[in-house]
């Protein structure tokens, strides 16, 4: 059976805060293993990645086969219906207008010293997508990273994506060709992110690797981090729902088992001020998971780390979910909209009980990328942003110099940093000689 | 004597290449010992703390004393110079304007088939700023951190400095108490980022991370990251300048100087066009050496990675200057604006010979936290965007539903997701119903 906690009683605090800080994911200590991998790879390159592939994915390939080539890709791609096609055609026509939106602009301006001052954002050159292989890998997430790096302008596009014995995806294979994805290779695991990251003889590096994985494939981020850029360590998925029990139980009993659905380590938590409305729903739960196709991993999720949380209002609601920072939150309530504006930390909003969280997943629009295990509170989803990056730019006048350079010959003497400081003086007493 | 590199010359691709790839910096294994700081911090909180900072900084301080009382601020900053004062004052003004212009908008847009899609962006609730002791303990790097984090809105500002012998920087703490900044703690090292992170029973944790630091602060923040958000793990400075030898010498050769005397570990590059000119800044750079105050540090920084490279034309210092990925350029060209234009990969360009780079470093309004090592190939320097996250926003209508919910039950099914095509299924089911 599921937890039911409510505010109102006693043991609230303690039992949120055991709820808030369940250890969900086992992190296995992979480090080890992980550092020899990429040792490896960066000295053997191809030779290492053939090696690894055939041990890990029980197949028998050649340097020559790590790349798939594009007449694989067009075999595998004709598997795929028509109307799946057609779907993902506007899952990506979607995800592409949204995101184009988030193109950052550049700016310039000029100070009254006349010093000119701004920024200019500048596309990554080259990026590498990790695709997980096997039952996570999904057509969408190849999408959900591969579209906003080609609205950012970024110019080469490499996709890992590992392949158990010998088995391709063609949805996901489909969703590469229709992102305009460049070059796809069949490797996975830590050895796949040390190839994008140190390059090998036949895999060019790249500036900035995304893309979900298991704990190999994290650890190995967060090695080849400030070699190359990463986007995030993603945890288990999470969904908070706040309802206010004017949503049909089963609407919302579904919406709980979407996330559940996922993985054992999924959360999917229940905030209602209608003590009754929240019994309805564990019992819709209940009787969903008796023929759901996922229920072994969507019990183990529900059990282990759900929960009904009745409150006795929507201000609780508010505070409740932004202790939690979900990485989804469903707003069931009368007056969503209102509501949405007081949420502080969240990584996607769904308004209103026609807003099931899986649009987001797939079609409506924004990234389903989203910051874990309370990371919204300091990390957003992926975007544009991630495949961007600043150059400031000053430029002084001889006036402007004169206005604020000595403060800075100031600054630098206060530091213990002469040439700093002498560095602006040069230039200074020119202006002065010229007087 | 500096190397010199021609890119005439059939060694220049080797030598090039080698100047890329100098390890500058040794990075000690510090990482087992950083766990076992971290993880003593969770386990023993404060007296971890004391223990730690007592051994390290050579003091003997108990748990009341980890925060620096006002008081104790007060009577630091009294010392300071009112030039000092009114210097430091003068940078956080323009810091501040530079940086509200970078303060991210919201959208929020209705789409043809009635959804609304969009995104808000909120501040980090707390955000810890580290900042170094001793020698490389900088008033303006305060700013740098502090500004925009208080720019972009965040509540709560902390900082952790220590205080090597019991001594207090007095411009460090004027710059916090100008920045705004809440808290100030005398604790560095691992056990400063490990009290931010996780906090102690002094220290309330934070969600955000930054700030420059040794080994071990750059191995603490590589494995608090996840928990809490971080900047960047920052390498040693570079500068780069292109010249087309219109500027003094003598001024090339004090800004290439003012990077030098950092630390042995920075790197400075003339790339020319005009090889007499080339010849002039070195020699300039040899007689200003001697009289230096910092001349043993940027003696061995120039001549362990310090370069002079001849190219035949700008064409190819544009070329070079992305491969290098400088964290500051300086053009110090004719046309140095249209130049600039041409460059990809920079933390932050310098324009024209009237802008010496230190005119960044303190007071021309742009952030000095910038990416080194080649990281501006991915990577930009802090601002507003590292204080604040973005929440997607998404709300559907039956109309909109109708539209675009076939499309994510089909992908649904497609990723045998069961439960997010149900999700769907059940409101288009509704739907259908009220027809």
């Known amino acids: 059976m599921v937890e039911f906690l409510s505010t109102s009683r006693d043991d609230f605090e303690a039992r949120f805060t055991a709820l808030l800080s ?39 390939i050649c340097a020559s086969d790590l790349r798939v080539t594009e007449a694989e890709i067009d075999a595998e791609i004709a598997k795929v219906t028509a109307q799946d096609r057609a779907a993902l055609e506007l899952a990506a026509d979607r995800i592409g207008a949204y995101h184009a939106r988030q193109l950052p602009e550049d700016a310039n301006w000029q100070e009254a010293t006349g010093a000119r001052l701004g920024w200019r954002w500048t596309p990554v050159g080259a990026a590498g997508l990790y695709v997980p292989g096997g039952l996570a890998s999904y057509p969408s997430s190849v999408l959900m990273n591969a579209v906003p790096a080609k609205v950012a302008g970024v110019e080469r596009l490499a996709v890992t994506v590992p ?7 063609p949805l996901v294979l489909l969703a590469c060709r229709i992102a305009g994805v460049d070059e796809v290779y069949r490797i996975g695991g830590a050895q796949a992110i040390a190839a994008l990251a140190y390059g090998t003889q036949t895999i060019a590096p790249v500036d900035k690797v995304t893309g979900p994985g298991n704990a190999f494939v994290a650890a190995a981020k967060r090695r080849v981090f400030g070699r190359v850029g990463i986007d995030m360590i993603a945890g288990p998925s999470e969904i908070l729902v706040i309802s206010d029990g004017t949503a049909d139980p089963e609407w919302i009993a579904i919406d709980l088992l979407s996330q559940a659905e996922h993985d054992e380590s999924a959360q999917s938590l229940l905030v209602t001020t209608d003590p009754a409305h929240g019994q309805a729903v564990a019992e819709a739960v209940e009787r969903r998971l008796q023929t759901l196709s996922r229920r072994a991993i969507a019990t183990a999720s529900w059990r282990d780390f759900g929960a009904v949380i009745t409150v006795r209002d929507l201000d609780e609601a508010v505070a409740l979910s932004d202790r939690i920072a979900p990485e989804h939150l469903e707003l069931c309530v009368d007056g969503a909209e209102a509501l ?22 797939y ?23 991630d495949f961007v990056k600043r150059t400031t730019l000053a430029q002084m006048t001889p006036e402007a110099l004169r206005a604020i350079g000595p403060a800075a010959e100031t600054l630098a003497i206060a530091e213990s940093l002469e040439a700093h400081g002498l560095s602006v003086r040069a230039r200074l007493d020119r202006l002065n000689e010229g007087e």
Not at 28 to 52: E, F, K, Q, S
């Open 22 to 60: 369940a250890k969900r994911e086992e992190s296995p200590d992979v480090d080890t293993a992980v550092a020899g991998i990429i040792a490896d790879v960066r000295a053997r390159g191809d030779a290492a990645l053939v090696d690894l592939t055939n041990r890990f994915d029980r197949v028998s």
């Open 163 to 169: 392949m158990p014995d010998g088995i391709a995806n």
């Open 340 to 361: 949405a504006e007081r949420i502080r930390h969240a990584g996607a909003i769904f308004i209103g009980a026609w807003t099931p969280e899986a649009i987001g997943d």
């Open 363 to 385: 079609i409506g629009g924004p990234n389903h990328v989203l910051p874990t295990a309370r990371s919204a509170r300091f990390s957003s989803g992926l975007s544009v942003l």
